[in-house]
């Protein structure tokens, strides 16, 4: 993993302090040997958590007879044929299923970024009647189990011939019901100085030009972070997809997994193994390229 | 959001107060709120009034809705795998939080506070949080766990031999706790920047009156991080409630062996989308999100008396 210091920099510029204090002592023997240690611990915690992973890595490319009797990491007999196995083992290639979630994913990323960049704007910097209601009523429904609402979704889809498309898992978003992002633009559009807009004003801006020309390009790295929470969850989202997937064309990467476990079961866990990982691919790569945004989100919502 | 916590505690509830409003900004923000408004009305409340319209009926998509008053929560009274549900959820909501906050909040304060490569650990700690709730990484588990799986051959090296740790009743949803556990790297990532708010100068100013590391912990770290420790509380109970993949892809779907992986929501799918006893599974919703909530309330109540706010 390539990753360094020069990662998401906010959160790594050590704390505000007097300048007495970067008089550090010289460090004795003792707590270099503590720092050593500590580290040795972090280190090997590390390599707990990711060994399953790695392990799984490693798997998929072993014959089958040797996956469950290897426990280690190296592999003897080097196997790439679950990956064209497990490609090609469901009714369609499994590229297909991928492109399937990469459409979900991409309607759901759209939505979000219009309609709470919309919704933000109008909490963060307009007045309107109920505006602290409506907002605390926003700020529930980040809370609300989707469990509460699925079986008349799922009724109101059926009823509109929309299972077996994707549109329930796409059109929600258009309609900013990822309250989250909502609360996340408007925390940011907060710390946007309000001179700028009534700059704008006075010039004679109204406030679609003040949204589009001012605040969304301010507002850059709150989109940042909503298109990578948004990927991930889309990606990784299995309850909503599985209810209104059922045609296998039309699987998405989470559901054709699950069928595979099916077909595959007792057969070939090689295959099953790659198709897993190729799974987590994509998010891996957003995480490796975006974990500045992801760190940053998560830790604004919690800091502030 | 800690801060909305805040004052969610203090004013319960919004009240309608109104601020200037010219009709310029009215105009605008019933176009800028007008996604958002339908998606409330036709998204959100109103399915959530339907679904508890449905929760007094029979519905099963075939025939039309009958309303049959409380015969489902009668049926909820005898409904012995309900019953069984609810404990394997709340095993596991509190059993896998609290272990993974301390997990969470323990590892946030050994990295905090100048440690080298803290953004290559914090990296590392946090992907398992991004991946936890995939498929892949439940089908990984079932193979980890399982009677040949890779925990057993560990176990062997020392000799022992494992139990079949997902097809046993009595471990199947250990597995699935550590799993959750396993996921730490977010509440983490929280923690860590609330530690960054403290001050360096409490632990200077205790250092110096000779407070040890373990009493800086309990008189400074704890009650300047309760906000934020109440915080993930909150959050982690109601996300851990809502689980479901991981339960779902150990078990087949079915939520065995025995139903101990038999979570709250997997039931609910089962009753809705397997055997489309909607009204039935709408009644079974409304349970959760009851339950959800008096446990929300509960959280903010018990808060009055731990969680410390400094200004």
């Known amino acids: 993993m390539t990753t360094d210091a020069s990662v998401a920099p906010h959160l790594d510029a050590p704390p505000p302090k007097s300048p007495s204090v970067y008089e550090v002592p010289p460090r004795s023997l003792r707590s270099r040997a503590g720092s050593v240690l500590r580290h040795a611990l972090l280190i090997l915690a590390a390599f707990v958590m990711l060994y399953p992973l790695l392990w799984m890595v490693a798997s998929s490319l072993r014959p089958d007879s040797d996956i469950f009797n290897s426990y280690g990491l190296f592999v003897n007999t080097f196997d790439t044929t679950h990956y064209p196995d497990g490609w090609n083992a469901l009714a369609m290639p499994f590229g297909s299923y991928l492109l399937n979630s990469a459409i979900v994913v991409l309607g759901a990323i759209v939505g979000n970024l219009v309609s709470c960049s919309m919704a933000a704007y109008a909490f963060a910097r307009l007045e309107f009647p109920y505006k602290r209601t409506a907002f605390a009523i926003m700020l529930l429904t980040i809370m609300l189990p989707v469990h509460v609402v699925i079986v008349p979704q799922y009724i109101l889809f059926a009823n509109m011939d929309l299972i077996n498309t994707f549109v329930p898992m796409i059109l929600p978003k258009l309609l900013a019901t990822d309250a989250f992002f909502i609360f996340l633009m408007v925390q940011f559009i907060r710390g946007i100085p309000r001179e700028l807009d009534e700059a704008a004003r006075i010039d004679g801006a109204g406030h679609a030009r003040i949204f589009l020309r001012i605040i969304l390009p301010l507002m850059v790295p709150a989109l940042a972070t909503t298109t990578i929470f948004t990927f991930i969850w889309t990606w990784n989202d299995f309850f909503t997809q599985l209810i209104f997937l059922t045609d296998p064309d039309l699987y998405t990467v989470p559901v054709a997994l699950r069928s595979f476990i099916d077909a595959q079961e007792n057969s070939s866990f090689g295959a099953l193994f790659a198709m897993s990982i190729v799974s987590l691919v994509p998010i891996f790569l957003v995480f490796l390229f975006g974990q500045r945004y992801l760190i940053q989100g998560i830790a604004t919502t919690g800091g502030k | ?311």
């Open chain 2, 1 to 311: 959001m800690v801060s909305e916590f805040r004052a969610l505690r203090k004013a319960p509830g919004g009240s309608g107060q109104k601020g200037r409003v010219n009709s310029r900004d009215g105009r605008a923000a019933a176009v800028f709120l007008a996604p958002w408004v339908v998606g409330l009305v036709v998204i959100t409340a109103g399915p959530m009034l339907m679904s508890l319209y449905l929760s007094f009926t029979d519905y099963n998509l075939l025939s039309n809705a009958n309303f049959t008053g409380l015969e489902n929560i009668q049926r909820m009274l005898d409904d012995d795998r309900l019953v069984k549900s609810l404990t394997v959820t709340m095993v596991y909501v509190f059993v896998s939080t609290p272990i993974q906050l301390a997990v969470a909040l323990g590892l946030a304060v050994v990295l905090d506070r100048g440690l080298r490569g803290l953004a290559l650990y914090r990296s590392i700690f946090y992907l398992p949080s991004l991946l936890g709730s995939s498929v892949a990484v439940a089908i990984l588990w079932k193979r980890v766990f399982g009677v040949d799986g890779l925990f057993n051959q560990f176990l062997a090296l020392f000799g022992i031999d494992g139990p079949g740790w997902i097809s046993s009743p009595s471990t199947a949803l250990s597995t699935l706790i550590l799993l959750h556990v396993w996921t730490f790297g977010a509440p983490m990532v929280i923690f860590l920047a609330g530690l960054r708010q403290i001050p360096r100068e409490f632990y200077e100013a205790a250092a110096v009156d000779g407070a040890s590391k373990r009493q800086q912990f309990r008189r400074i770290t704890l009650p300047l991080l309760s906000p934020i420790i109440f915080f993930n509380l909150v959050l982690g109970i109601i996300g851990a409630f809502q689980s479901f993949t991981q339960a779902f892809i150990v078990s087949d779907g079915r939520g065995g062996p025995s139903d101990s992986t038999l979570f709250f929501t997997l039931y609910l799918y089962q009753q809705g989308f397997q055997n489309f006893n909607m009204g039935y599974a709408s009644a079974l919703a409304w349970l959760l999100l009851i339950i959800i909530a008096a446990f929300t309330a509960i959280n903010f109540w018990v808060s009055k008396y731990w969680v410390f706010y400094d200004n």
